[in-house]
């Protein structure tokens, strides 16, 4: 797999035709004297499955039908071509890979198999490790799935009359959270990943 | 013939959506099926997966060999993150003999063990392919005759087609199929698969009820008389934030939404107390009133 990924990347490097600059993406000027980081862009690469960006023609499909690019200008076909260039520091930096709301339209539309949502994921995941600016949601909800085993625990709430109710008086069963060694092994899961 | 499955709530509809609790446990063991509660499970993974993907994977597995270890052969997931996350597991499991090791020892630590046998189900598949027409038109006490409503899939059980979905991807069908058979009319509306926004309402709020707002204003204009949905995430955004949507996109929203679960119940003669309908925050008083089934003079 590593040594077909590594042959695909020589025969598609020296064609830069179908790279497009981002205009209104706020990712470091390209002009810049920044050159690519080959050996990131293969750890990305290597991050996803079996859809990888390199067989990105930029047909702009993902884009067009991308919610996020109409509303917070994140185009997923410029996501890929940066990653395919390996300019891979200024995508973690920009910010532009948290507003994906993960509809998945660009996964399942692209004609060539890429999944540029999948590639968002992998950035993201570097992102964290890096240590890049990410928002604080995402680790506080990570932090309460240690403490409790869900994002959170039952919450209170109103009915339409302004009743307050929480799950014993709706008459629902009592919730459980996972046991104590829950805890240890999804520690264990989290501290594998790092070492890798 | 009872049909036994395991079921798996997830995070969002235990903690916060009981709504959609309460109506799946009164309709279902009334259409035979019987729901077995997992124990001791966690998170699906779902919200880890953008900060360390393999850890998500990890958490998807653990729900699935917990859910193996019933010896119950099919699995109801009635939240569609979880589906996502669960059907994907299975994929990645199956294809990557690596992945599955790595994620084997892991499981070891808690005497778990994942083999791929069980069958997973959404509340869609589950009702249109396990329950089926026959018995789900048997059970309407309360047809819905002259009524319009949309339908909303959410995108995590549609997408992507490249692993087990419920439906169709771009032309999915079987809400449609489960609305109608109650008599209702299913609207045809352009914005059918928009996604409702949920997972950007932490980072980014405005956008996110941008989203939800422009879709319910379209399901308005195309004279829907509810929204229909199978998500806790999408009924979030659509119910209890229909006002921050409103103010968002500078629109007047009054659009009634509920889970078809809820809905089912409800023409099954159900009391709506029981199917959490008392709290929903749309206006879906104004739904039943339309639909006959509570006198006009009740309070909403």
């Known amino acids: 797999m590593q040594s077909s990924v590594v042959e695909n990347l020589k025969i598609i490097m020296p064609i830069k035709a179908s790279f497009t600059i981002p205009i209104s993406m706020s990712i470091t000027d390209l002009t810049s004297t920044k050159r690519p980081d080959s050996a990131l862009r293969l750890k990305v690469q290597a991050m996803i499955g079996e859809q990888k960006p390199y067989n990105c023609f930029q047909c702009i499909r993902c884009t067009s039908g991308c919610p996020s690019m109409k509303m917070l200008e994140l185009k997923p076909h410029e996501i890929v071509s940066l990653a395919k260039l390996g300019f891979i520091e200024e995508l973690l930096t920009s910010g532009i890979l948290?507003?994906?709301?993960?509809?998945?339209?660009?996964?399942?539309?692209?004609?060539?198999?890429?999944?540029?949502?999948?590639?968002?994921?992998?950035?993201?995941?570097?992102?964290?490790?890096?240590?890049?600016?990410?928002?604080?949601?995402?680790?506080?909800?990570?932090?309460?799935?240690?403490?409790?085993?869900?994002?959170?625990?039952?919450?209170?709430?109103?009915?339409?009359?302004?009743?307050?109710?929480?799950?014993?008086?709706?008459?629902?069963?009592?919730?459980?959270?996972?046991?104590?060694?829950?805890?240890?092994a999804f520690f264990k899961a989290l501290e594998q990943s790092q070492e890798e | 013939m009872r049909l036994k499955v395991a079921v798996y709530w997830g995070c969002v509809i235990p903690t916060i959506q009981y709504?959609?609790?309460?109506?799946?446990?009164?309709?279902?063991?009334?259409?035979?099926?019987?729901?077995?509660?997992?124990?001791?499970?966690?998170?699906?993974?779902?919200?880890?997966?953008?900060?360390?993907?393999?850890?998500?994977?990890?958490?998807?597995?653990?729900?699935?060999?917990?859910?193996?270890?019933?010896?119950?052969?099919?699995?109801?997931?009635?939240?569609?993150?979880?589906?996502?996350?669960?059907?994907?597991?299975?994929?990645?499991?199956?294809?990557d003999e690596e992945l599955k090791e790595r994620v084997s020892t892991l499981l070891k630590e808690e005497n778990l063990q994942y083999n791929g046998s069980t069958r997973i189900w959404h509340t869609i598949d589950?009702?249109?392919?396990?329950?089926?027409?026959?018995?789900?038109?048997?059970?309407?006490?309360?047809?819905?005759?002259?009524?319009?409503?949309?339908?909303?899939?959410?995108?995590?059980?549609?997408?992507?087609?490249?692993l087990q979905m419920v439906d169709d991807s771009e032309y999915p069908r079987k809400m449609?199929?489960?609305?109608?058979?109650?008599?209702?009319?299913s609207t045809p509306y352009p914005e059918k698969l928009?996604?409702?926004?949920?997972?950007?309402?932490?980072?980014?709020?405005?956008?996110?009820?941008?989203?939800?707002?422009?879709?319910?204003?379209?399901?308005?204009?195309?004279?829907?008389?509810?929204?229909?949905?199978?998500?806790?995430?999408?009924q979030m955004m659509f119910d209890m934030r229909q006002k921050s949507?409103?103010?968002?996109?500078?629109?007047?929203?009054?659009?009634?939404?509920?889970?078809?679960?809820?809905?089912?119940g409800f023409v099954m003669g159900i009391e709506t107390e029981k199917l959490g309908l008392h709290l929903n925050r749309s206006p879906v008083d104004e739904l039943l009133r339309k639909a006959g089934l509570i006198s006009a003079t009740a309070s909403p």
Not at chain 2, 176 to 185: G, Q, R, S
């Open chain 2, 19 to 95: 709504g959609y609790e309460m109506s799946v446990r009164a309709v279902m063991p009334k259409l035979d099926v019987e729901l077995i509660d997992l124990n001791n499970i966690s998170c699906c993974g779902t919200p880890v997966k953008s900060v360390n993907m393999p850890a998500a994977l990890y958490l998807a597995s653990r729900n699935l060999a917990l859910a193996e270890k019933t010896g119950l052969k099919n699995l109801f997931l009635p939240c569609n993150g979880c589906y996502l996350s669960l059907s994907e597991a299975q994929h990645l499991l199956s294809h």
């Open chain 1, 98 to 184: 948290w507003t994906c709301a993960t509809c998945l339209k660009c996964k399942e539309r692209c004609p060539q198999a890429v999944a540029p949502a999948d590639l968002i994921f992998a950035l993201r995941n570097l992102a964290v490790e890096k240590e890049v600016k990410v928002p604080e949601s995402f680790l506080h909800s990570l932090s309460a799935i240690l403490e409790t085993g869900f994002i959170q625990k039952p919450q209170n709430t109103v009915t339409r009359k302004l009743e307050r109710v929480n799950r014993e008086k709706l008459g629902l069963p009592e919730f459980h959270e996972p046991d104590e060694k829950f805890k240890a």
């Open chain 2, 194 to 234: 928009d996604c409702c926004g949920a997972l950007l309402l932490l980072s980014h709020p405005d956008a996110a009820f941008t989203f939800s707002g422009l879709k319910m204003k379209a399901v308005q204009e195309w004279g829907a008389d509810a929204l229909v949905v199978s998500c806790p995430s999408c």
């Open chain 2, 126 to 162: 589950l009702l249109h392919d396990l329950v089926k027409e026959e018995k789900i038109r048997k059970a309407v006490k309360h047809p819905l005759t002259g009524l319009k409503l949309a339908v909303h899939y959410g995108c995590h059980v549609l997408r992507p087609s490249t």
């Open chain 2, 245 to 264: 949507a409103a103010a968002t996109i500078g629109a007047k929203l009054s659009i009634p939404v509920l889970y078809y679960t809820q809905l089912l």
């Open chain 2, 176 to 185: 449609d199929d489960l609305v109608e058979w109650l008599n209702a009319e």
